[in-house]
């Protein structure tokens, strides 16, 4: 009998409460017992059936504690963690196998579910799989802020101009969510808003974020220059107000240009100042 099965099948009667368990182990050269461990875990990597992986985990339990070199806990883990992930995915209609997990990056994975929104799986995946949050949860909840922006506008789409409740709704529901991620910065999200003709949704996020650099920052880059001017004055920094006055400078004579000059002349400006920058 194969080595995973005696160590599966002590498993089993040892559920059953049955004493043969012990005979089970002792069919086991305790110098194979990790061989034996190695191929449950194996078996149960690569099997659908949830209730038998749970014994073969079980058996491969059992022989860790009877191994004569100590097993590596951390593959164990590893195992276990993968096999919840295989099966939350397999309920969701994802049947991956075990050797596709393997060959795929976590972040694909992920990537995977965003297309197709399971947005709560999603993050979950991450947290699970410690997932670089930068490469993981943060670009999930930008997704995730992007297709309810995406999907308030098609649903907006017939009415001239979307009411204040309705913006007031939208980013209450936003809020709540980055709430939970305080590392997300509020300036970029608005940034967002301000792309998808959200300007109003922009000025509300714009204004809870608590970094007030990059505050100044968004908001010279959405035209608020009159409040990037008092939160700049505000911050009493030195460099950030240097640097408002700089970019308000550069952002007139950009206006400035853009109603003066007409496409021919513009193009050659804008060719002239390539260069020398070159």
């Keep these: 009998m194969n080595l995973e099965a005696l160590l599966y099948g002590s498993a089993v009667k ?11 182990i002792r069919s086991i050269n305790p110098e194979d017992m990790n061989i034996a461990v190695d191929q ?20 491969a339990s059992i022989g860790m ?3 004569q070199r100590p097993y590596d806990a951390d593959k164990f883990v ?5 096999l919840r992930v295989l099966n939350a995915l397999r309920l969701m209609g994802i049947p991956l196998t075990f050797t596709q997990l393997e060959e795929l990056s976590p972040a694909s994975i992920v990537d ?5 929104g399971h947005w709560p799986m999603a993050v979950k995946l991450c947290e699970f799989l410690e997932i670089n949050s930068k490469e993981g949860v943060y670009k999930v909840i930008a997704h995730w802020c992007l297709a309810m922006m995406t999907t308030f506008k098609e649903q907006n789409r017939d009415s001239e101009s979307a ?6 709704e939208l980013a209450q529901r936003l809020i709540s969510r980055l709430r939970q991620y305080l590392a997300i910065s509020y300036a970029d999200v608005a940034e967002m808003a301000s792309r998808q003709g ?7 996020l714009l204004d809870l974020e608590t970094n007030v650099s990059r505050q100044v920052t968004a908001m010279l880059k959405l ?6 001017l008092q939160r700049a004055g505000q911050s009493q920094q030195p460099d950030l107000i240097f640097h408002f006055l700089l970019m308000l400078v550069l952002t007139l004579i950009l206006m400035e240009l853009e109603y003066l000059l007409d496409g021919l002349l513009l193009y050659f400006y804008q060719s002239k100042m390539h260069q020398n920058l070159s």
């Design 223 to 228: 035209k608020q220059l009159e409040k990037a």
């Design 14 to 24: 040892l559920e059953q409460k049955s004493h043969s368990s012990y005979e089970f």
């Design 40 to 59: 449950c875990l194996s078996v149960a990597a690569h099997h659908f059936d949830s209730k038998l992986q749970k014994q073969l985990l079980k058996a």
């Design 198 to 204: 959200l300007p109003a949704l922009a000025e509300i």
């Design 112 to 116: 995977r579910l965003v297309v197709l």
């Design 78 to 82: 590893r195992i276990c963690r993968l």
């Design 65 to 67: 504690r009877r191994c």
């Design 163 to 168: 009411n204040a409740h309705k913006i007031a």
